[in-house]
C-alpha cells in the first residue's frame, strides 16, 4: 500500500521527535477511547487506511504516527467522546503527558509517500499470534487516553497483527448483512489490550465497518 503522509520534526528541548500524519484526513471515520468500551468504526478507506498507518508503525520504531480523529463528524452509534489515535513503539518513550506540547508544534510538514509490505507484516501477525497462545505471552498494546487523545503504545508485531486485523474489517465488512442499508457491523476488536488491576469488565475497542452515507453510492461486492 502506498501511504501518502505529512511529515513533521519538533523539537522538545536538545531532542528532535518524527511525527507523521496522514495527507488527507480520514472523513468517514471516529474513535472513541475505552471506557471501558471504546468504538472504532471506519468505511473501507477509513479502515484499510488504518491498517496500512499500523503497518507503517510497525516497522517505524523511532516514529510517531498520529491520526486526527476528533474533530471529524461525530460517530451516530455508540457513546464516549471522540479522541485521536497516536501510535508509538513502547522504546520510544513517549508519554501521554508531553503530547500536548509536541502536537502544538506540528506545523508546516512535508509531504511523504511510504510503501507497506503486505507479506512481511501478515508474516509478523501470524508470529504474535502463534506467540500469544502460550501462557507466558506478554506482547500487549499497552494504552492510555490523554488531551483526547488515544495511545497505544506495543511493538512490531502486535501493530502488524491489528494492521491484518483492520485489513480484514476494511475487505470484508462490505460483504456482510445490512450495510448496504447504512448499517454498522462489528467486525472484530483491538488484540491485546492491557487491563487494569482488580478486574471488573474488560477494557475493549471495538471495530466496526459502517458505510458512509448517502447509501444509493454502495453495492455489495458480487452483484
Same mark, same amino acid.
Given at each position: 500500500?502506498?501511504?501518502?503522509?505529512?511529515?513533521?520534526?519538533?523539537?522538545?528541548?536538545?531532542?528532535?521527535?518524527?511525527?507523521?500524519?496522514?495527507?488527507?484526513?480520514?472523513?468517514?471515520?471516529?474513535?472513541?477511547?475505552?471506557?471501558?468500551?471504546?468504538?472504532?468504526?471506519?468505511?473501507?478507506?477509513?479502515?484499510?487506511?488504518?491498517? /496500512?498507518?499500523?503497518?507503517?508503525?510497525?516497522?517505524?520504531?523511532?516514529?510517531?504516527?498520529?491520526?486526527?480523529?476528533?474533530?471529524?463528524?461525530?460517530?451516530?452509534?455508540?457513546?464516549?467522546?471522540?479522541?485521536?489515535?497516536?501510535?508509538?513503539?513502547?522504546?520510544?518513550?513517549?508519554?501521554?503527558?508531553?503530547?500536548?506540547?509536541?502536537?502544538?508544534?506540528?506545523?508546516?510538514?512535508?509531504?511523504?509517500?511510504? /510503501?507497506?509490505?503486505?507479506?512481511?507484516?501478515?508474516?509478523?501477525?501470524?508470529?504474535?499470534?502463534?506467540?500469544?497462545?502460550?501462557?507466558?505471552?506478554?506482547?500487549?498494546?499497552?494504552?492510555?487516553?490523554?488531551?483526547?487523545?488515544?495511545?497505544?503504545?506495543?511493538?512490531?508485531?502486535?501493530?502488524?497483527?491489528?494492521?491484518?486485523?483492520?485489513?480484514?474489517?476494511?475487505?470484508?465488512?462490505?460483504?456482510?448483512? /445490512?450495510?448496504?442499508?447504512?448499517?454498522?457491523?462489528?467486525?472484530?476488536?483491538?488484540?491485546?489490550?492491557?487491563?487494569?488491576?482488580?478486574?471488573?469488565?474488560?477494557?475493549?475497542?471495538?471495530?466496526?465497518?459502517?458505510?458512509?452515507?448517502?447509501?444509493?453510492?454502495?453495492?455489495?461486492?458480487?452483484?
Amino acid at each position: 500500500m502506498r501511504l501518502r503522509l505529512l511529515q513533521f520534526r519538533p523539537r522538545t528541548g536538545p531532542h528532535e521527535h518524527r511525527v507523521v500524519q496522514p495527507r488527507q484526513p480520514l472523513r468517514h471515520t471516529s474513535l472513541s477511547a475505552p471506557d471501558p468500551i471504546g468504538m472504532l468504526s471506519g468505511d473501507h478507506d477509513g479502515l484499510n487506511r488504518l491498517s /496500512g498507518l499500523f503497518s507503517f508503525a510497525a516497522y517505524s520504531r523511532h516514529t510517531i504516527v498520529h491520526v486526527p480523529l476528533r474533530d471529524g463528524p461525530p460517530p451516530d452509534e455508540g457513546t464516549g467522546e471522540p479522541v485521536d489515535l497516536v501510535l508509538a513503539h513502547r522504546t520510544l518513550g513517549l508519554r501521554a503527558g508531553k503530547w500536548p506540547g509536541l502536537r502544538r508544534k506540528l506545523v508546516h510538514g512535508t509531504p511523504l509517500t511510504v /510503501g507497506t509490505d503486505e507479506a512481511r507484516t501478515a508474516r509478523d501477525a501470524a508470529a504474535r499470534r502463534e506467540r500469544a497462545r502460550r501462557a507466558d505471552a506478554r506482547d500487549e498494546l499497552r494504552h492510555a487516553t490523554h488531551a483526547r487523545t488515544f495511545f497505544l503504545f506495543g511493538s512490531r508485531d502486535v501493530f502488524a497483527e491489528t494492521a491484518t486485523d483492520l485489513a480484514a474489517a476494511a475487505g470484508w465488512g462490505p460483504r456482510q448483512k /445490512g450495510v448496504g442499508q447504512g448499517r454498522s457491523v462489528l467486525m472484530t476488536s483491538l488484540p491485546a489490550l492491557t487491563q487494569p488491576p482488580g478486574g471488573g469488565h474488560p477494557l475493549e475497542v471495538l471495530i466496526s465497518f459502517k458505510p458512509y452515507p448517502p447509501y444509493a453510492h454502495f453495492e455489495r461486492p458480487g452483484r
